[in-house]
């Protein structure tokens, strides 16, 4: 098996597995667990079920059909250029934190293209199911992405003589966020920390900046 060959099939490995995971997870929770209802695993972990409009963990700040069809673009623009990259013969570990990169941005994407059509609307009362496409809580590219993994790892309150901060309530970490966040994040993580010089070098060969 040439090297390409090998590669090509790592991408979609990654990316088939990540949003079999992640699509599972999400669904789970969405129709067994009421909005904002909460499972303690353990003191610092928890199964916190709520959903959100923007963008990895929880961050909201421009336009719901913006940040899909932007997303769009971005996975189909990180689609070729990892594309390019296998053939100019990249490192497998930087294919691996792209394809991650991807997968994990594709997960999302299936949230806001499809739960709204095909999910009932979760509330503090109601548990979601499966409606007729079409019939669900939102329209076609309007869906809210589900969130889940909660980590406080250890919280405590500022002294009160702090300036700004003081007496109010500190949580590390208290983002609540997916498997698709995780992947995306890992991948980040990767590029930064080991392929960061690679990156460089190939979006100036791909893009002739």
Known sequence: MTKKKKQHLITFGIIFGVLLVDQIIKILVKTNMHLHESIEITDWFYIAFTENNGMAFGMEFIGKLFLTLFRLVAIGAIGYFVSKCIESKAKTGFIVCMSMIIAG??????????????????????????????????????????????????????PMWLPMVGGDHFIFFSPIFNFADASISLGVVGLIAFYRHSLNRHFDAIFGR
Do not use: R
């Open 105 to 158: 941005a594709a997960g999302n994407i299936i949230d806001c293209l499809f739960y709204g059509c095909i999910f009932s609307e979760s509330t503090h009362q109601a548990i979601a199911t499966f409606v007729p496409f079409g019939e669900g809580y939102q329209t076609l590219l309007h869906g809210k992405v589900v969130d889940m993994f909660y980590f406080p790892l250890f919280e405590f309150d500022w």
